[in-house]
């Protein structure tokens, strides 16, 4: 459930949140937050009007953000993320502009990781962006097969070092 022991730094951050599309998108959505470092970085930035839901299923990390994220344009869900499209659904959502992922997709069984990136596919707009870390490039080819485009950005600054994909099919 947790990809890394030590939680992402300020440099990924940085990294990630500059390929979020602050300024036009309606819904961000997070999945396995973890600690939170990428939660309250995105909250800063978030649109007043723009709404952003948060998704962890570790029980620990769930009450640990819900005890400290009060802005009401953020959702903290307890749940999976192959369960994305209802959890959108069932918060009157039925896209998201913006998916950020710091899930050990790597880690998880092939099943699993279909299941998610098909659940991010269904609830993505048609020019959404989806993006997602890595610390191995492992998962270049099956991104290369979902969308049109993928870029790929380095974190050196973050223990271990960090891919950052891009993803996009517009």
Do not use: W
């Not at 990809?3 to 940085?14: E, N, Q, T, V």
């Not at 998108?25 to 973890?34: D, M, R, W």
């Not at 869900?77 to 896209?95: M, P, R, T, V, W």
């Amino acid at each position: 459930m947790v990809g890394s022991l030590i939680p992402s730094s300020r440099f990924l951050a940085k990294k990630i949140l500059k390929n979020i599309p602050f300024e036009d998108a309606k819904v961000i959505v997070e999945l396995g937050p973890g600690t939170g470092i990428f939660t309250e970085k995105i909250m800063q930035l978030l649109h007043p009007d723009a709404h952003f839901v948060v998704i962890e299923l570790n029980d620990v990390f769930y009450q640990n953000l819900k005890a400290k994220v009060t802005q009401e344009n953020c959702h903290i869900i307890h749940g999976s993320a192959s369960d994305l499209q209802k959890i959108l659904s069932d918060l009157g959502f039925e896209k998201a502009d913006c998916v950020v992922s710091s899930l050990p997709l790597s880690n998880f069984p092939k099943e699993l990781r279909v299941d998610i990136m098909q659940a991010v596919m269904n609830i993505l707009t048609p020019i959404g962006t989806f993006i997602q870390f890595q610390y191995t490039l492992q998962s270049k080819k099956h991104f290369e097969s979902i969308f049109t485009q993928v870029s790929i950005d380095y974190a050196a600054i973050n223990f271990p070092p960090a891919f950052i994909y891009r993803c996009s099919n517009s």
